[in-house]
């Protein structure tokens, strides 16, 4: 009968098994037999290797590698002193190393078909990894994963991504030379036309169709890139007044075919209702295909929508923009049912409202909407806010949209429009490489030149890896994705020309990603980075990342910039990598995760103000991209708490979120929050509280984790992160700064 603990075991495919130390004894004694008997262990020696193998995995908090166990194999054969059979069992692991490599993606996808593959389920919160579409693009991201490991990347490389000592972001798309994220120009392919599918498609003569075309032209982009995008809905409102004036044309019409008089203030009353029932039907055409639209990816598109007043000029224009605005919380506010019928919380589109003058105040013309906003918030997470005072100060006094949930382009003088403004829609970005700050404060051993030494040194291997995604898309021709490249979402291109010309001189950005900053600070000075000295070590840090982007860009025109990694699986690879090289280190490893870009520690008690203002130095040095959070209960009945909130960014940040939580159980109809528990394997799974329901196909859960919302549930590390989050702010909250 075999013996089974409880800890679980990731075998290479990601398939997480039963620890079971029969396997152990099985393995130590082919490589026993290998050798004489005068060299070969007794029946109680490889017993008692097995058995401190099995101690020392019972008492760790996570799973464990099936490397990490072997090497622990290895070490108890040698603490025998039996070291001809450890030499055997070297031999043998090299050997099934050398057959393992002889094919790198079988097993892999076969794990993924069978739903066994941990690693890849749950390596995106809003794709479902059952369905048919999401398998196919896993299968197809395997190979291009495999082909990138073995032949696309440098082995130094490829060596210190998979020891997580950088992260090489997307390798399931690299071999298909897509890029990451952009801003699409949809004023251009809405008023200048477009080709969709080989079909012309020309300015649209209402505003319904204007929505209908941006769901398409959304959709179109998502499968030609593998990141997130942002369109504004200030290039829909021109479309509001010509549907304005068409349905007047069509009320003077009807009135003089019904013998009715022509008065003015009938026919304006009648229009504006018709015209507020379009808007609607348009609003929800891109709310709802949005989010029953299937990229080829097998997900719905990730895109964010952008709300700011004073995108569009002053006037009629300006109204019909916070009338769209208007409309979209509205609807937003009022959820998604599922397919039980059930009001739920949709993970797209993402929403941004910008926050200013006209707006921010209790007397500002717009205020309104501000406090529709907060009901949102509240109610269904989103929007997330962009303080426009804020982003003047650090953005050359522009105010835009990032490109999904955080990478914003940085502000070139190179980019201009015609009319001397700066240019954004229809820029892009090259791609991320992370590098684990963690892991450079624990390879220098606390010693601070070590540190700075090895920092210069993974820097560089960055730069490399860069480099890498960079060339990777040079040479790319423009007939690869005619959306993107010759039909205006990025650029008007020819058939056959080459993009090579958009990823230089500020058209196009590429990413260095940071993560980690507060288990850096811990392991090199015993201090989270929210201490005094932490702060000044941390900020000095994020300079020399600035400073290595700013010597890159001048060498090379490729405009690098400093990102704080919304890490999904990352966060748990990272943290596996570092324990196993590492060990547990106390307020540094001793977790299945390590904390986003800057982020305050989730489980450090600050309280919402302090943890935004604190934030807002490191945005700062995150000219690439970063959001800041902050974690509060259910805030619908303390709207006035949330307008606080809203405020206090305004004036102290420019790009903030309040997490909230939007639950359903499916069993008993509880729609508060559901917990995460350990079962009796010491696996995190969510609960409901009021009927202990744990079967995640009957609940709905929806958490922001990386900057947007998601809503197919998370790895073991991220399960384990949102378990440890503290609340920034109480319900009952009344007074605040």
């Known amino acids: 009968m075999e013996t089974k603990i409880r800890t679980n075991v990731i075998k290479r495919n990601g398939r997480e098994v039963d620890f079971c130390e029969d396997k152990i004894v099985h393995a130590i004694e082919k490589a026993n037999n290998e050798v004489e008997g005068i060299h070969q262990m007794n029946e109680y020696q490889i017993k008692a290797v097995a058995d401190k193998i099995s101690k020392q995995v019972a008492v760790m908090s996570h799973a464990v590698n099936v490397e990490d166990i072997q090497d622990m194999v290895e070490t108890g054969i040698m603490e025998m002193r039996c070291y001809e059979v450890a030499q055997k069992y070297v031999r043998y692991r090299y050997k099934r190393e050398l057959s393992r490599k002889s094919n790198t993606t079988d097993n892999g996808i076969l794990a993924l078909i069978d739903q066994l593959n941990e690693e890849v389920k749950q390596e995106n919160s809003n794709k479902n990894p059952v369905i048919n579409s999401t398998q196919r693009d896993y299968m197809a991201g395997e190979v291009s ?68 075309v941006t769901t398409q032209i959304v959709a179109q982009v998502a499968s030609n890139q593998y990141g997130g995008q942002s369109f504004t809905l200030a290039h829909l409102a021109p479309f509001v007044d010509v549907s304005r004036k068409k349905i007047r044309q069509q009320v003077i019409e009807e009135r003089q075919e019904c013998g009715e008089p022509l008065n003015d203030e009938v026919i304006n009353k009648i229009t504006e209702k018709r015209l507020l029932s379009e808007v609607k039907s348009g609003i929800q055409t891109i709310q709802y295909q949005l989010i029953t639209l299937m990229t080829c990816n097998g997900q719905a598109p990730f895109v964010t929508m952008f709300m700011y007043l004073d995108e569009v000029e002053e006037g009629q224009m300006r109204d019909d923009l916070a009338l769209i605005i ?81 990478s914003f382009l940085t502000v070139e003088e190179s980019q201009k429009n015609p009319d001397g403004s700066y240019k954004f829609y229809g820029r892009f970005n090259q791609g991320v490489v992370t590098i684990n700050l963690v892991d450079v404060a624990c390879s220098s051993y606390g010693d601070m030149d070590k540190f700075w030494e090895i920092l210069e040194e993974r820097l560089e291997l960055c730069h490399r890896a860069l480099r890498c995604r960079h060339e990777r898309l040079l040479g790319t021709v423009s007939d690869v994705a005619p959306i993107l490249w010759q039909h205006g979402a990025l650029a008007r291109l020819q058939k056959g020309e080459k993009i090579d010309e958009l990823l230089y001189n500020g058209y196009s950005t590429i990413s260095l990603g940071y993560a980690g900053l507060y288990e850096m600070c811990y392991r090199m000075l015993g201090v989270s980075h929210t201490d005094p000295m932490g702060k000044e070590f941390a900020l000095k840090v994020m300079q020399k990342l600035n400073d290595k982007c700013a010597e890159w860009k001048a060498t090379e025109n490729i405009s690098y910039s400093v990102y704080g990694t919304p890490m999904e699986s990352t966060t748990y690879k990272f943290a596996k990598a570092l324990q196993k090289r590492f060990g547990i280190i106390k307020g540094v490893t001793d977790k299945n995760y390590i904390t986003n870009s800057y982020h305050v520690h989730v489980t450090e008690e600050i309280d919402a103000f302090d943890k935004l203002k604190f934030e807002a130095d490191f945005q700062k040095l ?116």
């Not at 003569?205 to 929505?211: G, I, K, N, P, R």
């Not at 406090?371 to 269904?380: G, Q």
């Not at 902050?630 to 619908?636: C, R």
């Not at 159980?665 to 744990?694: F, H, M, Q, S, T």
Request: proline residues 3%.
């Open 622 to 737: 995150s000219p690439g991209g970063a959001i800041s959070y902050i974690e509060v209960p259910d805030m619908q009945q303390n709207i006035p708490a949330v307008l606080s909130v809203m405020k206090f960014i305004y004036d102290n940040i420019m790009y903030a979120e309040l997490n909230t939580k939007s639950d359903y159980c499916e069993v008993c109809g509880y729609d508060g929050e559901i917990n995460i528990v350990e079962d009796a394997a010491g696996k995190l799974v969510w609960e409901c509280p009021n009927c202990g329901n744990r079967d995640q196909e009957r609940m709905s859960v929806a958490r922001r984790t990386c900057g947007y919302i998601g809503t197919q549930f998370w790895n073991q590390g991220r399960t384990q992160e949102i378990k440890d989050r503290v609340l920034h702010l109480s319900r009952g909250t009344k007074v605040l700064k």
């Open 145 to 212: 994963k495999d082909l990138t490991r073995r032949i696309l990347l440098p082995e130094e490389i490829t060596k210190a991504h998979e020891e997580g000592i950088i992260h090489f972001h997307d390798s399931d798309y690299f071999a298909m030379r897509e890029h990451n994220c952009d801003l699409i120009n949809l004023e251009d392919m809405l008023q200048n036309g477009t080709v969709i599918s080989e079909t012309l498609i020309e300015r649209p003569h209402s505003f319904f169709t204007a929505c209908n």
């Open 326 to 406: 208007q409309e979209v919380m509205v609807q937003r506010m009022a959820g998604v049912k599922n397919e039980k019928g059930v009001w739920v919380t949709p993970a797209f589109p993402k929403l941004i409202y910008v926050l200013d003058e006209d707006n921010i105040h209790e007397d500002s013309k717009y205020y309104y909407l501000t406090e529709l906003a907060a009901k949102c918030t509240a109610k269904r997470m989103v929007p997330d806010y962009i303080s426009a005072k804020i982003m003047k100060e650090l953005k050359k006094d522009n105010v835009y949209t990032c490109m999904g949930c955080r």
